[in-house]
């Protein structure tokens, strides 16, 4: 297939150095072609432009620092699959296991994503504007200075922050069920607590502290910026928000007997 | 003991030791199964009278266009439906008894009939086949499913006969002497067993593919399983059957040349091709890898007749004997040198084939022809389908 | 007695020669179970046979040969269905309330069908081959390729290149195991015995030890449900990388290596925190069904730039061979399945004895099931889970496979003896523990030498076998299965593994 087409203004193709920008018209080109168009993009720019996205997987996969995707259309699954660093903005909805084992970097989505988003990722952001599907943030981890972060606009299915090993996720919607299921680290922050009956077993539910305001404060105010004019802002008055963590980072240490 | 009650080939596996010969006119002048006959005849205690035969190209000039079947019945019933089968799908522009003359050691030959036959056009056109393909299921069909009726041979303008016996005899039987040929193989037999069976017996041929071969590989299930995932049945449990059968996959199917078919059969060893240059290692390391299963190991040595002329191989450790020589266009090949000399008492450049190099002779017109093509080889998958329409193929129309 | 008491009964009793009995104490210092004890007023030591788990370090290390180890002679109860260790598995689990947890791969009776698949060797009507003086190819690439090369004959080129391939100077691999379940030492000592024999180690889930990534070119980078150490620079360090569906000894369930065995350096490896429960989900969350193999093959691919290919292992289960097809057509480049009775750090005893099935079975049901549907040649096959020998070799390259991975029999190479105890973490070999006294009884350069040296035994024996039969490189033993006769198998079981009975 040929769908991918690469066009580049006339400054930046007469520039020796590395040019600032350049633009991939994806249509219906399949993802490998529509990946190697983009990789070649990237190679001559560090901001790329993609029209026309149509389910193309892996765009911006494990994209590295210093470069940066900006996405029309709606893309495929994994999106910013292994992302290193990388910063990939989609004007539009993202598909399925966004920023899937993403390892640094930040991803915005100016719409809703589906399934699985953020899963296993340990670094970077994930800036959703509007709802989750199920199972977000499955099996987020951290490491050292490593903390990956969720901030979802909207509401979530439910599974959110399944198997949670680490990082922050934050929900200024409501959840679905079986919030945290499994969860053995990090915390979630929800505006709209749980009732009692749907905390799910060896979660803590209590309202934020002041050690959470600095953290819960920058990633309210990143989102703010991000969607400002397209979604009321979340920040300020944190008073009504609550976090969930993990009563032991050993959950199912007495499941066994030997 | 009957001997009905011994299994066929195809119901056990029979091993086999043998002699092979071969004749050829690279210029494509025709000669008789005089020489043939006589040379497999020398190599006599190399078979058991178990069986016996020969294949000739060039054998049916008048009907070079169609495909000549010959076909081995064991009863009315078999030879019924298989003319009923054959009926429907090709039209027969003749058939007639192959002439057989009565020989005091031959017992109970088959009834043995030939057809000139094309492909039925619409039904041709319907299978989405090409006509090789479509040849090739229906020979499958008739030899597995028409019990009694075995297809000795189905190629176009060359003919197979074959049968229990020693292959002297059965040149005798089948006046092989009446036959002009440009390329004759021979083959005498010597299973381990065998009820004698007549479509056990060798060359095996496909299409145009006949093989003579002699030895008992070590791969055979490895090829056999190989070739049965794309549609060849393995009815014979016989090596030369499985070997017939790479070939037509990696020379008629895969576009490779027969030379390359039989390097890949008879590969280089990995010490070898750790010893190339890395270009060509590579070329050889990726024919290894995608062809690990069509590597034939073990002991063998082989003739594969086809419409482009012989090629002779040797297994690659070269556990068999075969030898070849010259004289003019003329070139023989035997297990042994003598099969050689009674035929060609002056004949030049006598030596034997290396272990694991092909050893291939054209005729001259096809080898002018080759020159001309493209190196690369292009599968029959990725060639249009080109069918003739019409009730006989266009060359025949024009006659 | 009220609900804790301890109703089990020891399984062995430790027996010590007093007469042979120097009193070293060595037992003392090899037991990180606690069996040998010094007496604080006096020299005597004494025995604890109930913290005994038949690891046999004392046994071996006696320099007197003064211990043995026994079963506990308690009389049974004459009953066929109320055997000792029924009645010790209620009782565990009664007292604690607890999923019984077990390690390596079952001990549980099943037929082993590698030993009713007898091999042929050539006798007259073709020559056997003496591979001591004759040439006898035992190389094996591993990868997808197109059934159809397209080449250049007279150039001598490939006109389209091969996708990546795997070179195996041996057809055997070292089976995953994490960092985490086994020490950095026993990872180390399969590195270098595989970049020693030309073939391939694999890191397993928990991610590439930087002390490891100089052997990298000889590692498979595991994909597993948890993600533990993956990134981009994982996955392209590795030579190819797996992905873990399932595992033979416990299909279907993830894995749990519990906190206290996550040090800093596993940690690290892992990329999670230190003491934290390290869980892989008992799916990829990412793969709900075939088509999304395709898609985490191809994120892979897309993160590797396809230079490296892609192996995805199953556990043996029931539908085994339609499994394998689908994967095949999902872009797997090697296809792995882990047979019921492989080996695991630890697995719940139920699933472990009671899940999965021989993998002798369903390789030969895959490997058919390939060649019926036309693709077998278009994709690679190992097998893995209870190899013992070169013999189980040559009959899993007979029935299909390209190739085999060991994993417990490379550890009992390396010592272990096959206890069942890895869950412990208490490994007396140094092998299933992360306790630093007892890694660094693991020397990696001296256990990396008695796993080449088993390689290099089992090597010399598959060429003899194949020499035997008559055949000179692996290529003509895959799938090769007139080589095998079956001896004890009934119709059903010689209709799936596709061999004849002998005799016929």
Not at chain 1, 13 to 29: K, S
Not at chain 2, 125 to 142: K, P, R, W
Not at chain 3, 59 to 68: G, I, K, Q
Not at chain 3, 455 to 472: D, L, P, S, Y
Request: net charge negative; aromatic share 6%.
């Amino acid at each position: 297939m040929t769908d991918a087409t690469v066009t580049l203004s006339a400054e930046e193709t007469a520039a020796e150095a590395p040019t600032p920008a350049a633009e991939v018209t994806l249509g219906l080109a399949h993802f490998k072609e529509a990946n190697e168009q983009v990789r070649a993009a990237l190679a001559r720019a560090d901001a790329v432009t993609i029209r026309e996205a149509n389910a193309q997987r892996y765009l911006g996969c494990a994209l590295p620092a210093g470069k940066s995707l900006d996405i029309f259309g709606t893309p495929g699954n994994d999106l910013g699959c292994y992302l290193d660093g990388g910063r990939i903005e989609v004007f539009g909805n993202g598909q399925d296991q966004v920023g899937n084992t993403m390892n640094n970097g930040a991803i915005t989505i100016h719409g809703r994503v589906g399934d699985a988003a953020g899963y296993a990722m340990r670094g970077g952001t994930i800036l959703v504007r509007d709802d989750c599907g199920w199972r977000a943030g499955i099996h987020m981890k951290e490491y050292e200075a490593k903390r990956p972060a969720i901030v979802i606009g909207g509401d979530a299915g439910a599974f959110l922050g399944e198997y949670m090993a680490g990082g922050i996720i934050v929900l200024a919607g409501t959840p679905g069920d079986y919030l945290g299921t499994g969860m053995h680290g990090g915390v979630i922050y929800l505006r709209h607590p749980l009732s009692t009956d749907r905390i799910m077993d060896g979660l803590i539910q209590e309202p934020v502290g002041e050690e959470d305001v600095p953290t819960l404060t920058a990633l309210l105010d990143a989102y703010d910026e991000a969607f400002a004019g397209e979604s009321p802002p979340l920040g300020g008055d944190l008073s009504s928000w609550h976090r969930l963590r993990p009563a032991s980072a050993r959950p199912y240490g007495g499941l066994y007997a030997h | 003991m009957t001997r009905r009650n011994i299994p066929r080939e195809g119901e056990v596996r029979i091993p086999s030791g043998c002699a092979i010969a071969g004749i050829m006119d690279r210029s494509g002048a025709r000669h008789d199964g005089g020489d043939i006959l006589r040379s497999i005849a020398l190599m006599h205690d190399r078979s058991n009278g178990l069986g016996g035969g020969f294949a000739a190209y060039g054998i049916y000039p008048d009907y070079a266009d169609l495909y000549a079947f010959h076909i081995m019945y064991e009863s009315r019933e078999a030879r019924a439906a298989a003319e009923a089968y054959l009926e429907h799908f090709y039209l027969c522009e003749k058939q007639e008894r192959i002439p057989t003359e009565d020989h005091p050691s031959i017992k109970n030959p088959p009834d043995i009939w030939r057809y000139f036959m094309a492909p039925h056009p619409m039904r041709l056109a319907a299978s989405g086949l090409d006509e090789a393909e479509y040849t090739m299921q229906h020979v499958f069909h008739i030899n597995g499913k028409i019990e009694g009726a075995f297809v000795a041979s189905s190629g176009k303008d060359m003919g197979v006969f074959k049968g229990v016996g020693y292959p002297e005899d059965i040149g005798a039987f089948y006046r092989i002497g009446d036959y002009r040929a440009w390329a004759w193989t021979a083959h005498g037999r010597f299973p381990t067993n065998t009820p004698g069976w007549w479509g056990g017996a060798h060359p095996f041929t496909l299409l145009n593919w006949s093989v003579v071969h002699n030895g008992e590989i070590s791969s055979y299930d490895a090829n056999r399983r190989y070739v049965e995932q794309f549609g060849y049945d393995c009815e014979l449990q016989t090596d030369t059957e499985v070997i017939t059968y790479l070939f037509d996959l990696l020379a008629r199917r895969h576009g490779l040349s027969q030379q390359m078919a039989a390097h890949i059969m008879a590969a280089p060893s990995w010490r070898e091709i750790d010893a190339m240059e890395p270009d060509r290692a590579a070329f050889e390391t990726a024919l290894r890898t995608v062809y690990a299963s069509a590597l034939v190991n073990g002991p063998f040595s082989i003739i594969v007749g086809s419409e482009e002329g012989l090629l002779a191989l040797n297994d690659r450790l070269k556990l068999r004997a075969l030898m070849v020589a010259e004289k003019g266009p003329m070139v023989y090949l035997a297990s042994e040198q003598a099969a050689i000399q009674v035929v060609c008492p002056d004949a030049e450049n006598v030596r034997s084939i290396e272990g694991g190099m092909p050893f291939v002779v054209q005729r001259d017109d096809v080898a002018a022809a080759k020159a001309g093509e493209a190196a690369e080889n292009r599968a029959v998958r990725d060639w249009p389908l080109e069918h003739e329409v019409g009730v006989l193929p266009r060359k025949r129309r024009e006659v | 007695m009220d609900a804790t008491t301890n109703c089990v009964l020891p399984r062995y009793r430790v027996v010590r020669d007093e007469a042979a009995c120097t009193g070293c104490a060595q037992c003392v210092r090899s037991c990180a179970n606690g069996v040998h004890r010094l007496r604080k007023d006096s020299d005597r030591i004494v025995i604890n046979s109930r913290a005994c788990v038949n690891c046999q370090r004392c046994v071996v290390f006696c320099p007197e040969l003064a211990l043995t180890i026994q079963p506990w002679p308690q009389v049974g109860t004459g009953s066929s269905t109320w055997t000792a260790e029924a009645m010790a598995d209620i009782a565990k689990q009664a007292q604690t309330g607890g999923v019984l947890l077990s390690s390596m791969g079952t001990p549980a009776p099943y037929p082993i069908y590698w030993d009713h698949l007898l091999l042929n060797a050539s006798q007259v009507t073709n020559p056997s081959i003496d591979p001591l003086r004759e040439p006898m190819e035992t190389r094996v690439f591993l990868g997808s390729r197109p059934e159809i090369l397209k080449v250049n004959e007279r150039a001598g080129q490939v006109v389209e290149p091969l996708p990546p391939q795997l070179k195996l100077d041996v057809p055997i691999m070292f089976s995953a195991m994490s960092f985490g379940s086994i020490s950095l030492n026993a990872q180390k000592a399969l590195a270098l015995a595989a970049a020693e024999l030309g073939t391939f180690f694999n890191v397993g889930e928990g991610g590439m030890h930087r002390d490891l990534e100089p052997f990298a070119d000889h590692a498979f980078a595991q994909v597993a449900s948890g993600r533990f150490g993956v990134d981009a620079h994982y996955l392209n360090t590795a030579a190819a990388i797996e992905i873990k569906i399932g595992q033979g000894a416990k299909p279907g369930i993830g894995g749990h290596l519990p906190g206290e065995k996550i040090n800093s350096e596993v940690s690290r490896t892992r990329m999670i925190p230190e003491g934290s429960d390290a869980i892989s989900p008992a799916p990829h969350h990412d793969i709900y069904s075939i088509e999304d193999l395709r898609q985490l093959i191809f994120s892979i691919k897309e993160a590797t730039g396809y230079r490296k290919p892609v192996a995805v292992k199953i556990a043996a289960v029931h539908n085994a061979a339609a499994i394998a097809s689908g994967m095949a057509r999902t872009g797997a480049d090697i296809i792995v399945v882990d047979g019921f009775r492989g080996g695991t750090g630890a697995a719940p005893k139920r699933i472990r004895d009671a899940v999965g099935i021989p993998v002798e079975l369903a390789l030969a049901a895959i490997d058919q099931r390939l060649r019926d549907e036309g693709i077998r040649s278009t994709v690679s096959l190992v097998a893995s889970g209870s190899i013992r020998n070169s013999a189980d070799v040559v009959r899993a390259i007979a029935l299909g496979a390209d190739a085999c991975s060991i994993g417990s029999a490379a550890l009992i190479a390396m010592g272990c003896h096959q206890c069942r105890d890895c869950s412990s973490g208490r490994c007396n070999w140094g092998i299933a523990t992360q306790r630093a006294a007892l890694t660094e009884r693991l020397h990696p350069e001296a256990a990396a030498e008695r796993v080449v040296n088993l390689v290099r035994a089992w090597t010399a024996e598959i060429q003899e076998m194949m020499g035997g039969m008559g055949i000179n490189a692996v290529d003509s033993l895959r799938g090769n299965r007139l080589m095998l006769r079956g001896v004890g198998l009934n119709e059903k079981e010689l209709d799936i593994l596709g061999v004849k009975y002998a005799g016929e």
